[in-house]
């Protein structure tokens, strides 16, 4: 994400920010940033109807700039777009004020975010990670089997698909050098296509995973073309050195969820925004299983604990994005204010992604967790119903996917 300027001009306030979506993932930032009640403008086209000297209607679509009140918007991974729908705030010849109106904002367009009321420090977290121009934290993952490979980059916030390469390969029946040849030129083009689509100028950790051997010889491929000229090709070559082969189930894009689980991956990217994520969930199961008085989920049990001080230092708040895209503004407020008193108090507040496995999990839970300074041992007895809620997931491990 770019941020291109901070206006104040017309009608809009100083807090206004025109930003720019750089890639797809950007869009994903742009939908946890945007709230109910921005105002949002952007270009857009839009339908207009005009009678004929013949009197006969003719509609034609025309290109123009409109500012929306944002009363919903929706994000779809599959296509590159973000809907921002809402009433029209400023006249246009095209446009009359109220009428409801979607903008669809894309990669590489300006749009701009008026908050009036300001921006909130859970806001302003989202939007300075929106920001950071460091992206060497996203890994590459090619899951593969013979003849099909799935060329994948996992972000902070999820697991995008990049290609998906498919060529026919004979089976081992038929004559192993036609195989072997086969494999080669299939190993080329996963080659060529995870150079074309993944920046790996700068170092980055690479997965290859596949069930057999197709991931290490694939690895062993990657090796032998850095040294097949005069001069070895670093590119490739830190390519290999940064790869870690993996056994997955199949060659499907499914089969990397699995993959991701894997305490090998856990090692490999373990500064990793979606690993730590996953480690915190996992402890705050870790701890509900061995010492559930340090352990409280739910709204309710959640904001009394973090009111009585009981996550301060060395206390951890897991709380789902998803709340803080609440219609109501004193619902949004009340947890920026939660998240701002446990890190006030030295405790530390994380905001898990509900796109990710970890942030399902979370929802689970109510959206909402705390592993607490010091155990805390009794509650209203109303709001034992809410553990209860839940008690069957902690039994057994939970499914999810961040793909």
């Known amino acids: 994400m770019k941020l291109l300027r901070t206006s104040r001009a017309g009608d809009l306030s100083e807090h206004a920010l025109t930003l720019q979506a750089e890639e797809s993932d950007d869009l994903w930032n742009a939908y946890n940033i945007i709230l109910p009640k921005d105002v949002v403008r952007a270009e857009t086209t839009r339908n207009v109807s005009h009678t004929t000297a013949l009197g006969a209607t003719q509609t034609q679509r025309v290109s123009c700039i409109l500012a929306v009140t944002v009363e919903s918007t929706f994000w779809d991974p599959t296509v590159p777009e973000l809907h921002v729908k ?12 109220g009428q409801y109106h979607t903008l669809r904002l894309q990669v590489g367009k300006p749009f701009t975010i008026d908050r009036v009321d300001g921006w909130d420090t859970v806001s302003k977290t989202m939007l300075n990670e929106a920001l950071r121009v460091d992206k060497d934290g996203a890994v590459a993952a090619v899951v593969m089997q013979e003849g099909l490979a799935n060329i994948c980059l996992v972000t902070e916030s999820r697991t995008i698909l990049l290609q998906r390469l498919e060529r026919k390969v004979p089976s081992k029946r038929d004559n192993a050098k036609h195989l072997s040849e086969s494999m080669r030129g299939f190993f080329d083009l996963v080659l060529t296509n995870l150079l074309r689509e993944i920046d790996f100028e700068q170092p980055r950790p690479l997965l290859l995973a596949s069930p057999g051997f197709v991931a290490a010889d694939f690895k062993s491929y990657i090796g032998l073309q850095a040294v097949k000229a005069e001069r070895p090709n670093k590119i490739l ?66 904001e ?42 030295g405790g530390e507040a994380r905001i898990l992604s509900s796109a ?21 041992y009794e509650l209203e007895e109303d709001e034992e119903d809410e553990a209860r809620a839940v008690e069957n997931e902690v039994e057994r491990p939970l499914e999810g996917s961040i793909i």
Do not use: C
């Not at 006249?91 to 004020?97: D, P, Q, Y």
């Not at 929802?363 to 967790?369: H, K, Q």
């Open 237 to 302: 070559l830190a390519m290999m050195n940064n790869a870690t082969t993996l056994h997955s189930p199949s060659g499907h894009l499914h089969s990397l969820n699995d993959v991701l689980k894997s305490r090998e991956v856990t090692a490999t990217m373990k500064d990793m925004r979606f690993t730590r994520e996953a480690q915190y969930i996992n402890q705050f199961y870790d701890m509900l299983r061995k010492e559930d008085s340090r352990a409280w989920y739910g709204p309710t049990s959640v």
């Open 304 to 345: 009394k604990v973090i009111n009585e001080g009981a996550v301060g230092v060395g206390g951890v708040l897991l709380i789902s994005d998803s709340l803080f895209r609440s219609q109501d503004t004193e619902t949004r407020k009340k947890y920026v204010a939660l998240v701002e008193k446990v890190t006030g108090g």
């Open 86 to 97: 809402g009433r029209i705030v400023t006249e246009t010849s095209v446009a009359s004020l």
């Open 356 to 376: 990710h496995e970890s942030g399902q999990r979370l929802s689970m839970l109510g959206d909402i967790a705390a592993i607490l300074t010091y155990p805390v």
